[in-house]
């Protein structure tokens, strides 16, 4: 089903813990919010969920007004990080719980609760477990007991909260493709909460960023990686570099030495560059260049990280090369240039900047 | 989940040694400890009652006033222990949950009833529920008598129980996550089902052992008990006086029958108590 967030606000004590929030998401849609602790994004699932009352502003689910309706009456699935399972019932009455409860009316007989709680639990590949307690399964188990009972009520809206922070990487990364396949073969708008970007990116349709109670910038995975529109968003998707820079006549300099980059539309001015690890080209002769000196070099898998000292005020920066070119011994003097990159200007909060992608004009002065 | 399962499959044995030493000292104290304040005591009592020979003791036991304080002991408690089990649940909840203004001085006096000479517990009580009392002087008129009843002694019996069920059922009922709750409300369920699906079985386990605490100390309860009863022989006379009684009359054998046959009930009552305890905390884990 549709939902519909719009213009929520939440204070906790006075304190905006979401301020002026819209967000619509389609039918069927895989959406993750993402952020650091704090950015509100739990706070909003649980709005969704209708666990928190908010302070103003109305959620949808198709058409109805949700915001008036109780927990119990919106007819959600909410998976918790801790799985939240009754610990005195079977896994089977775990799953068969929602609809136990429902009223005589409401309530398919008991052998149609029990096909239907064992269809789910075939579903989140659990059969056979059924007479279990929660107490005996291991922390992956459970969050997939917790997922079957969300989803044995059939949900508006599936909304997980952390589904996978308290558990190990190598079982985290299973279950992240795990659910994506669920949520291909059912087809629930799915919201579900993280701080850990690559789960996001990975699993999500539409990825939500999310730092200090708004949204910052909401797009496909690739559109959030490639095209950031803040610095936040920059700086919290991915490894990215920042330098402080000057724009003068459409140049940027770096100090007192233009480093080859033209950002001609904009103001002149004090200004944050920023670019990605891997989104350089070392050069030789530096005419209008980043240089510096190699202060550490790791080699990753199959990237060499190099780690350098641009001068004493900056902080270091951090490139990724092809192992091959880069056998830099320490404190060899390396020049290079980004070729993504993003320019935000100074004092603003966001901003549209420019981005340049590739080939700058090279203005050879010679040195 | 493997290491349950080892647990019980394997035979019994010795606990393997651990990072802290003195397991044998260990064991060795609290066994010699044991045997000196609990075991000889007891076995004195059986020893004496078992010397009667069989056909005396059940002569002594089957006693008609006998069995009559038998069965108000016993009774009593029994009543008193199910109430403290609603009520101290209840008082535990709102300790646990809410925040008000007072709450650690109604926390403190929970324990009150531990702490106060149950003689005074007995009087004050007796001094409120007599037909001339505050409480008593309102419900005269309705016909009920408290004081100087069967009734009296629950009242007392709910007074010195009440802190063992709050203290048992309390820090189980904190370690609850707010999120099964949550869990609850998200599925459907109703606050009544969230409470009586949800939380109350989950607290199954400490309440009985709350109400096996609560039950025992009823069955032993002296001091406050013979203020309020009004002690008459047959009607509400409990056997801890009986006991007394016959003590006085310097009449020993029937003291070691009474002694013996409330040894062996509550052995039984509170046997049949923990095992129902260990299935469920099997079953539930909390607290496991």
Redesign the interface.
């Known amino acids: 089903m549709e939902v519909r967030v719009q213009n929520i606000r939440k204070e906790f004590a006075r304190f905006p813990a979401l301020d002026n929030v819209s967000l619509d998401i389609p039918s069927g849609e895989l959406i993750a919010l993402l952020g650091p602790s704090g950015s509100g994004k739990t706070t909003l699932l649980r709005l969704v969920?209708?666990?928190e009352s908010p302070t103003g502003g109305t959620i949808f689910f198709g058409d109805d007004d949700a915001s008036k309706k109780t927990?119990?009456e919106r007819?959600?699935?909410?998976v918790?990080q801790?799985y939240?399972?009754?610990?005195?019932m079977t896994v089977l009455d775990n799953v068969a719980?929602?609809l136990k409860?429902?009223t005589a009316k409401r309530r398919p007989p008991a052998a149609e609760i029990r096909r239907r709680a064992l269809d789910l639990l075939d579903l989140v590949q659990l059969s056979g477990l059924e007479k279990r307690?929660?107490?005996?399964?291991?922390g992956g188990q459970r969050q997939r007991v917790?997922l079957a009972?969300?989803m044995?009520?059939e949900p508006n809206v599936l909304l997980l909260d952390e589904p996978f922070g308290a558990l190990d990487a190598q079982v985290r990364k299973e279950l992240r493709r795990w659910l994506r396949e669920i949520h291909d073969r059912t087809g629930h708008t799915t919201i579900f909460v993280t701080h850990d970007q690559e789960e996001a990116l990975e699993l999500a349709d539409r990825v939500v960023v999310m730092s200090k109670g708004t949204i910052e910038q909401v797009g496909s995975p690739d559109e959030i990686y490639d095209h950031p529109v803040s610095p936040f968003v920059y700086g919290f998707i991915g490894q990215s570099n920042c330098l402080d820079v000057t724009l003068a006549n459409g140049e940027i300099w770096l100090e007192d030495r233009p480093i080859g980059l033209r950002a001609a539309n904009e103001p002149d001015g004090p200004a944050t560059l920023y670019f990605r690890p891997h989104d350089v080209e070392l050069i030789d002769g530096c005419g209008g260049c980043l240089a510096g000196l190699v202060t550490a070099s790791r080699r990753v898998a199959g990237t060499r990280h190099l780690e350098l000292e641009l001068g004493r005020t900056h902080p270091r920066v951090e490139i990724e090369l092809p192992p091959e070119r880069a056998a830099f011994a320490d404190h060899t003097r390396i020049a290079f240039r980004p070729t993504r990159w993003k320019l935000f200007q100074k004092g603003e909060r966001r901003i549209t900047a420019r981005e340049e992608v590739v080939v700058p004009e090279l203005e050879a002065t010679g040195t | 989940?493997i290491a349950?399962a080892a647990r019980t499959s394997t035979r019994w044995r010795f606990r393997q040694p651990s990072v802290i030493p003195g397991f044998g000292l260990a064991l060795g104290v609290t066994l010699a400890w044991l045997t000196i304040i609990v075991l000889v005591p007891l076995s004195g009592l059986l020893w004496r009652s078992s010397s009667l020979g069989w056909s005396k003791f059940a002569e002594l036991a089957l006693d008609e006033r006998t069995v009559n304080a038998l069965t108000i002991s016993f009774g009593t408690a029994f009543i008193a222990a199910v109430v403290n089990l609603v009520f101290g649940v209840l008082l535990a909840w709102v300790l646990v949950r809410y925040r008000f203004p007072g709450k650690r001085v109604i926390d403190a006096m929970v324990d009150l009833p531990f702490a106060l000479p149950t003689a005074v517990a007995g009087i004050a009580l007796t001094t409120l529920y007599a037909p001339n009392g505050w409480i008593g002087s309102l419900l005269a008129p309705l016909g009920i008598k408290v004081a100087f009843t069967p009734a009296g002694i629950v009242v007392a019996l709910i007074f010195v129980g009440l802190p063992f069920v709050v203290r048992t059922v309390q820090p189980i009922m904190e370690e609850i996550?707010k999120?099964?709750e949550?869990?609850?409300?998200?599925?459907?369920?109703?606050r009544f089902?969230t409470i009586s699906?949800?939380l109350l079985?989950?607290l199954?386990p400490a309440g009985l052992t709350g109400f096996a605490l609560a039950f025992a100390r009823g069955v032993g309860e002296y001091g406050s008990v013979i203020f309020i009863a009004g002690n008459l022989p047959y009607v509400s006379e409990i056997a801890p006086l009986l006991i007394v009684i016959r003590l006085e009359e310097f009449n020993y054998p029937a003291a070691t029958a009474i002694a013996g046959v409330m040894l062996l009930l509550s052995f039984l009552m509170l046997l049949v108590i923990n095992v129902i305890q260990a299935w469920s905390r099997r079953?539930?884990?909390?607290g496991?």
């Open positions: 969920a209708g666990l927990v119990q007819n959600i699935g909410f918790f801790h939240a399972l009754f610990r005195h719980f929602g409860v429902r307690y929660p107490a005996q399964l291991s917790a009972r969300a044995a009520v | 989940m349950m996550d999120e099964v949550e869990a609850a409300a998200t599925l459907g369920a109703t089902q699906r949800v079985p989950g199954l079953r539930y884990g909390y496991a």
